[in-house]
């Protein structure tokens, strides 16, 4: 009721209203549907605290709220695919609509479905939710620019932290994760350039016409439309998890995360590296990280 009434609050969706009445309405969790600069400012506060040697590091790390914006989104993508599963419409709304929406609608389909946990289909949810769906790479990714925000850098957060919850439920490892971090904040790959599927196509000659990010680490048939083939075998070993339990029935793949601040966790090969070969900001290359480690 609570999240129905304030999504009837936002004057965007009383248009539709008669015709979503049926609907769950899933807004971003309260505090979480907060402004770039917030979000900005929680990752520059997390950078700090991480770069500190000091006694005051858990102090520090608990004033970024960072692990606590990782928490709420993981709870609305829960309560999303919780309501999914009773067979329940959701409608994701968020003021831009392509950033919370984004993170919520990807990672509830992550929860949901077990092909979204295989190498293959979490490249496809990626490119289908993010890049297809006009998420502003560009713009969210310049550190320069007002409107930067770590927004797919906390979704792939959210995602490492539910491998490591449920370690047997996904095809792909951390460092498959690793790796598209770094291939998104490196600027290696032509895959996370603009901020719309229009732009890269429009200003490919001034992008370089660079590999994309599938084809920068060789992932082969697992590259969203690809011909298949195995890619680089070296590197599918490395980025597949060993102990995947494929799921054949469906109907009880859902994941129920837990989201408490309790179950969340640093993301330490991200947020505290500290070797510069490796550290993404300094131009990590994604494919030489996974031959290296």
């Known amino acids: ?17 008669p015709c979503l009445l049926p609907c769950l309405f899933v807004l971003p969790p309260p505090h979480t549907h907060t402004s ?37 989104i993981l709870r609305g993508a829960l309560a999303i695919a919780s309501a999914l599963e009773r067979k329940t419409p959701v409608l994701v709304h968020c003021s831009d609509g392509w950033d919370r929406t984004s993170q919520l609608s990807a ?48 979704f792939l957060d959210c995602v490492w932290q539910l491998t490591r919850q449920f370690p047997t439920r996904f095809e792909f490892n951390e460092r498959f994760v690793v790796a598209l971090a770094d291939g998104f904040q490196s600027g290696w790959s032509t895959t996370f350039m603009g901020s719309s599927e229009q732009e890269r196509d ?7 016409g660079g590999p994309g990010l599938w084809q920068l680490i060789d992932l082969g048939s697992a590259a969203p439309g690809a011909e298949a083939s195995d890619g680089n075998p070296s590197i599918r070993a ?43 900001m300094q131009g990590g290359e994604p494919k030489r990280f996974l031959e290296q480690n």
């Open 36 to 72: 770039a600069r917030t979000q900005r400012h929680s990752l520059a506060l997390l950078s700090a605290a991480c770069r500190t040697e000091e006694d005051d590091f858990y102090a520090l790390l608990a004033a970024s709220k960072w692990l606590y914006h990782v928490k709420m």
């Open 202 to 208: 429009a200003n490919a000659a001034r992008f370089g």
């Open 238 to 280: 490395a980025i597949r998890n060993p102990g995947y339990t494929k799921e054949v029935d469906k109907r009880a793949s859902l994941l129920k995360a837990k989201v408490t601040m309790k179950d969340v966790q640093l993301w330490a090969d991200i947020h505290l590296r500290h070797k510069p070969a490796k550290f993404t």
């Open 107 to 154: 990672l509830a389909q992550l929860l949901i479905d077990p092909f979204y946990r295989t190498i293959q289909g979490f490249a496809r949810l990626i490119e289908k939710d993010f890049v297809s769906f006009g998420h502003m790479f560009e713009k969210r990714s310049d550190a320069r620019s007002k409107e930067y925000s770590p927004v797919f850098l906390q």
């Open 1 to 17: 009721g609570s999240v129905a009434e304030k999504a009837g609050q936002d004057s965007a969706i009383w248009p539709f209203l």
